[in-house]
């Protein structure tokens, strides 16, 4: 039986976990007009920094592991949108074009982060 204590724990963590996760979905709409204005390098310095701010939350934080850790749907999904997270943070390398950006954040990143945040939103509804 988990304390109420570790429980509580969880419980901020998750909630302050899902109000990152919040803003940097977001932001994505500012990223996606520097993109369509011409700002190229400005929506990719903001996507880098606000990936760069998921990197700590993978899957080998402990508090994560003992969150999800039991959960290896929970674990693969995380993997998964982490793999997104390290390409985002390279997007200038990764991609070329404004286009092709757009569309990795658009129809990539955004329903990947909004997924795992519905995963980490369940999570935190059965801790309450």
Not at 17 to 45: A, H, M, P, T, W
Not at 47 to 76: C, W
Not at 102 to 107: G, L
Request: proline share 2%.
């Amino acid at each position: 039986m988990m304390s109420q204590h570790v429980k509580v724990a969880q419980r901020t963590f998750l909630e302050n976990y899902l109000k990152l996760l919040q803003e940097v979905e977001g932001s994505f709409s500012f990223v996606l007009d520097c993109y369509k204005q011409g700002n190229e390098d400005i929506g990719d310095r903001l996507l880098q920094q606000m990936m760069m701010g998921l990197l700590p939350y993978n899957t080998e934080n402990m508090t994560v592991a003992s969150i999800f850790g039991h959960d290896d749907a929970s674990m693969e999904a995380l993997r998964v949108f982490h793999k997104e997270v390290h390409i985002a943070i390279k997007i200038d390398e990764e991609m070329a074009t404004a286009e092709e950006k757009s569309r990795f954040v658009h129809e990539v990143m955004q329903p990947r982060i909004q997924q795992w945040r519905n995963t980490v939103h369940e999570k935190l509804t059965e801790l309450l």
